[in-house]
C-alpha cells in the first residue's frame, strides 16, 4: 500500500520528462547520425552556401567576392524575372482556388450516394498519379490551336471557334493553370471526401428535420468542420506552387516568349545554361523568402503549438 | 386521439428487410419508449417515423395526417439525437434557431422562442458559447432546445443520454420527465437501451428484439407479466430466476413441477389452460422468492451473499437450480447457510419451454 | 383524410423517386467533370493508335480509323532524343534502375529516422525534425547548386548512385514524418516490454517494429515508387546522360526539333512514360488515396 503512494509521482515526472520517448541510447543516436549530417549539409548548408552566392558577383563559376545587394537589384529589374514572379502569383492564386472549388463540388457531389461512386473517384485521382511531363505534353497536345481543341470544334460545325491561349502570350499562363488543376483537384477532392466522410451522419439528419437545404448545410455547417483539410490540401497545393517547373518545362517552355516563365525555372536556367549563378541564386534566395514566409505562421501552429500541446 | 401512428410499415436496406409488416399506434401526450438490445431496429423505426428514412411499405400517420411521403420538416416532429448533433462553429443561439430561420420565422418569434426554451432547459447563460465550449450535458439540453424550439407535437429522442455518465444521466432522466410532464400535450417516443430508462420515463414501452415487437404495454406489465422469455429476462436487474419443468395434473387442478419441487398454481391466472404434461419454464422475480424456514421448495444452501445497501441479493442452490433471492439489506445471512423458499404462484410467470410465450 | 374515392392517391409505402432537377444537374456536372478529367487521357491514347496523315486531317477525339500500334514501337526503340534515336526504352530502364535503390534506401532511412524519432529520447532530435520539416517545403532550387558543386568534389557527380542519393535525400523529410507519426501510435507499453525483456535498438525496430509496419510500408512504397518515377528535375540534373530518367527522355522526345514532329510517337511515348504510375495507382486503390492522404500530413 505503502509503495504506491511513494511510487506515483515519480512515474508523474518520468511520463512528463520522457513524453512518448521511452528509451535511451547511443545506437539510436548513431542511427540518427546520417540524417542529423544531411540535414546539416544539404538543408542548412547548401541553403546558406545558396544565400552567400546570391550577395557574390559568381557567372559560369563560383567567386566569393561580395557584391551587396547587387544582384538583388538586377533581379528586380529583370524583365523575365518580374513576368516570372508575376506568373506565379496568378497561377498561384488561380490554381490553388481552382482546384479548392473545383475539389470541394466533386467531394460533396460525390457524396450524395451518387451510382458509380467508386469508378468517378477513380477518374477524378487518376491524373494526380501522373507526372508534370506527361500532364503537360498532354495538355499542349489537347490544347495546339492546329490539331487540338480549335480544330475539332471547327471541324465540328462551329467555324469561327477559336482558343489558341497556348500560343497567345496573354493567355498561355491560363492553359498551364487549366493543366494544373487537371492534374490536383482530384488530390482536394480525395483529401475533402476524408473530411466529408468523417462527418458525423447525424447532423445531416438534424438538418433534414430543421429543414436546412442541403447547399446551406454543406455551407455553414459542412465547411467549417473541414477546415482542418481544407487548410492541408491549400498547404500541398502550395508547395506544388513553388514547385512549378516541369510542367512549363513540357507545355511551354516558357513561351510564348518569356509569358509563362516562372521562378523555378528561371533559377533552373540561370544556373545551368545561363551561367549567371549570382542572379540564379538571388532569385533562389527569393523563392526561399516567400516560402518560408507564407508557411512559417502554418508550421508554428501544426507542429510545434500542438506538440507544446501535448501531454 | 393517436398522434402518431405506424401502419403496416416495412422497411428495407437494400434486400436486407428490417421490418415487417409493423404497426404502433401511439396516443398524444404519451411518451412512448423503444427499448430493446443493440440492433434490433429501435433507431431504424425511429427513423422512419421522423421521415429520416423511407418505408418500402405501409403508412405513417402524424397529428391525423398522412405523412409517408411528407419531408421531415413537414411532418411536425422534432428530434434529439445521441451524439447531439450540434451545428459546430454556430453559438448556442445560433444553433437554436437556424431551423426557424430557414423557415424564414419573423425574428421576433424566433427571438421569443429561442428566449422560452432556453428558459425552459436553464441554459440562457449559454447562448452565445459554442457547442466545443459547452459539457455534455449542456450540449444535450442544447441540442433538446433546439427541439424545443420546433414547436412540435411529436419529439423524438434516439439514445439522448447514452453518451453522458450515469451521474448526469440521471439528472437529464429527471428533467425530460419534467419536460414531458410540463409541455402538456406533446407526444415523445424515446429510444434507449437501457431499461431504468425505459422504467421510469414511459408510459407505455415497447419492448423490440431482432426487428420484431415483443410486447407493448405499461411498466408495470411489462415487469409484472413480461409476455414472453425475452422479455422476462430482458427487464429487471438481478435477473428473472428461470427454472425448467413441467405441468402436472393432481386431480382437476395444475401444479409446476421440477424434480421434488412443486408448485400449485391454482392462483395463476393462465390465458389459455393449458394441458398438463407440457414442458413449461418458471420465471420468478428475486424479490418474490420468500426465503425462510418454512417455504415450499426446501433444500437450498447459501451459496453467495451479494449486499447492496438497500437490499441483498443472495445466491441459493440446491444442487441442480440456482435462484437469486432479493431480501432485505438489514437481514443477516450468511452463506452454507441451509434455506426453503417460498413463492407465490400469482407473481411467477409461465413461458411454454418450445416457443417460449407467456402461459 | 385525403384519400379519394379511387384511394389509390393516398401516400403509403417508398416516396415517388421523382427525377428532380437538382438530382440531373449533380449527375450533369459529374458526367462533365469525368470527361475533363478523361479526355486528355483518352486523346493520347487514340493519338498514339492512329497514323500521322490521320491526326493532320482527322478529329482528335475520335477513334482510330486505322488502327496502328507502329507509333508505340517506335516510341519505344526508335524515337530521337536529342541525338542519339533509341527510343525511351532507354529511359525507362534508366528509371527503373534509379528507381528500386532510391525507394529502398529512403523508406529504410524513413523507417529508422521514424523509429529513433518517435520511440527514443535523443536530445536535440525535435531540432533536427523540425529542420527535416521545413525541408520538405523549401524548393528544390535552393539546393541544387551546392549540391552539385558537392557531388562534383566528391567525384560522383551525373552517375547512378548520385541520383539514387539525391532521391534518398529529398525523400528524408516525407519518410520521416510517416513513419514517426505510424509508430507514435503504437502503445508506448509495447516498446516498454520489449526494452524490459532486453532488447535492444536495432532487436526492437527488426524483431518488434518493422513487422508492424507492413501497412506504412506499403503507403511509402507507392509514394515514393510514384514520386520517383515522376521525377523531373532531379534527374535532370544529377543522373547525368546516361542515366536520364524517363519524365527526361520523354521531354527530350517531345521537344526535339528534328524533322516534323509526329504526334503519335510523342502521344504513345508519354502513354509509356504514364504507364508505371497509373499501374501503381490502379492496383493500390484505396491505399493510393491512404498514401496522399499520410503524405498530406506533411504538406
Ligand atoms: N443503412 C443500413 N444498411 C443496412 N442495414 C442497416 C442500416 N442501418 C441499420 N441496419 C440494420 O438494421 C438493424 C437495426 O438497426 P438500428 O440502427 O435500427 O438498431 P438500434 O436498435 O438502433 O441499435 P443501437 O442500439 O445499436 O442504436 C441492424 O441489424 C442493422 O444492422
Ligand atoms: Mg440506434
Redesign the interface.
Known sequence: MNSISIQAPRAGVLVRR?R??????L???L??L???L??L???????L??VR?SFTGSTLL?RYDWVGFAQYVRLFANDRFLTSAGNIVIFGILFITGCLI?GF??AV??D?N?RGEGV?R??????????????G??????LNPG???Q??MR??GFPGFTFDWLVNPDMAIYTIVIAGI?HGA??TM??LL?GLRGV?S??W??????????W?YYL??VL??LRPMVV??T??LA?GV??L??LV??MT?GGPGISTEV??KF??DH??ERNN?GL??A???I??IA??SI?APW?YAR??RE?GGRV | MTAVSVRDVSIAFGMLRVFDGLSLDIEEGEFVVLLGPSGCGKSTLLNAIAGLLDVSAGQIWIDGRNVTWDEPKDRGIAMVFQSYALYPRMSVRENMSFGLRMARTPKAEIDRRVTQAADLLQITHLLDRRPDQLSGGQRQRVAIGRALVRDAGVFLFDEPLSNLDAKLRNELRVEIKRLHARLGKATMIYVTHDQVEAMTLADRIVVMKEQKVQQIGSPAEIYGRPSNLFVAGFIGSPQMNFVRGRLEAEGNRLAFAAGRHRLPLDAYAFSDRPEPGREVVLGVRPEHVEPGASGVWPGFTIDIVEPMGADTVVWCSDGTETIQVRTSGTRRVAPGEGLSLGLDAAQVSLFAADTGERL | MRSRSGGSTEPQGRRPRRITAGRIGLYAFLLTAALFFLLPLWIMLVTSLKPMEEIRLGNIVALPAALTFEAWGKAWSSACTGLACDGISVGFWNSVRILVPSVILSIALGAVNGYALSLWRIRGANLLFGILLMGAFIPYQVFLYPLVRIFSAVGVYNSLSCIVIVHAIFGLPTMTLLFRNYYAGIPADLFKAARVDGGGFWTIFLRVILPMSTPMLVVATILQVTGIWNDFILGLTFAGRENLPMTVQLNNIVHSTQGERAYNVDMAATMLAALVPLAVYFVSGRWFVRGIAAGAVKG
Open positions: 520522457g512518448r520517448r521511452v528509451g535511451r541510447g545506437p539510436a543516436a542511427a540518427l546520417p540524417t542529423a544531411v540535414v549539409v544539404v538543408y542548412v548548408g547548401c541553403m552556401w545558396t552566392l563560383p473545383l463540388l466533386l457531389f460525390i450524395q451518387v468517378l477513380t477518374i477524378f485521382l487518376y491524373p494526380y498519379a501522373m507526372s508534370f511531363i506527361v500532364t505534353v498532354a495538355w499542349q497536345w489537347f490539331l487540338g481543341l480544330k475539332l471541324d465540328t487537371w482530384g488530390l480525395a483529401i476524408a458525423d447525424d447532423l439528419k438534424a438538418a433534414r428535420v430543421d429543414g436546412v437545404p442541403a446551406r455553414s455547417v467549417p468542420l492541408t490540401a498547404v500541398l508547395t513553388v514547385k517547373y516541369d518545362v513540357a517552355l521562378p523555378a533559377v533552373m544556373l545551368f549563378i540564379g541564386t532569385a533562389a534566395t523563392m526561399l516560402v518560408v508557411l508550421v507542429y510545434v506538440e
